[in-house]
């Protein structure tokens, strides 16, 4: 067990919905990032936060937005869903911002678009 | 842009068998760190090994062991007397200093199956 949880586990929705993934840090971790794991794409970095702030942005379609709240934790919002977003959501956070940080990821949150 | 290749898509050995699993990478950095992950059936991502790059020594613990060669870009994961316990996807990713911001660029994964 990481530390890192990340809810809810399963989320099945329709296409054009929005749906909103939670993410609460390793206690003491102050960054948070989100991953995208598909099978075409495979692991990808979409967003940094630390305490916060935005501090890195990666492929993250127009479409989803994330945000770090004041007890860091962090949600991940993705809307006009299409079947090309079902993938596995990873939320890892790490101690700084550092690149020399280790990143701790949670289970994942699978998203199915039907 | 900074890339990680992990030619072997699957490797399959019986158990007590050596295996290495290659991770090769790409920056134009001066400073980089360098990690392994482990992605087991049940999904999480295991941090395994990180390395940085002035640091060539290799490390070993227990059966996992880890080369490191700045002059081929190369850092590789070596499990001595595989078990089946061992069979998962493991991932190389490669971190550059880039500010106070940082993340992770993975390879594609080597899916190893252990058998008895």
């Known amino acids: 067990d990481s530390g890192v949880t990340q809810t809810p586990k399963h989320l099945i929705t329709a296409t054009g919905q929005r749906v909103t993934l939670r993410c609460s840090p390793r206690?003491?971790?102050?960054?948070v990032y989100w991953y995208q794991q598909s099978l075409d794409q495979g692991l990808q970095f979409l967003i940094q936060y630390y305490n916060g702030e935005e501090r890195a942005k990666g492929n993250i379609l127009e479409r989803f937005s994330a945000q770090q709240f004041p007890d860091l934790h962090s949600e991940l919002n993705l809307s006009s869903l299409e079947l090309g977003d079902s993938a596995l959501y990873f939320c890892?956070?790490?101690?700084?911002?550092?690149?020399?940080?280790?990143?701790?990821f949670g289970p994942g949150t699978r998203l199915t678009v039907l | 842009a900074q890339k990680v290749t992990q030619a072997q898509t699957e490797i399959s050995v019986v158990e007590k068998e050596d295996v290495t699993l290659d991770c090769v990478y790409e920056t134009r950095d001066t400073t980089y760190y360098l990690f392994w992950y482990k992605q087991p059936p049940s999904g999480e991502l295991v941090f395994l090994i990180r390395r940085n790059s002035f640091d060539e020594q290799n490390e070993i613990s227990g059966r996992y062991s880890w080369n490191f060669q700045k002059s081929t870009s190369s850092f590789n994961f070596t499990i001595t007397a595989s078990q089946v316990v061992d069979s998962a996807v493991y991932f190389c990713?490669?971190?550059?200093?880039?500010?106070?911001?940082?993340?992770?660029?993975f390879g594609t994964g080597t899916r190893l199956q252990v058998t008895l």
């Open positions: 890892a956070s790490s101690v700084t911002s550092a690149s020399y940080n280790e990143q701790f």
């Open positions: 206690s003491g971790d102050l960054s």
């Open positions: 990713a490669l971190s550059e200093v880039a500010g106070t911001a940082s993340k992770l660029t």
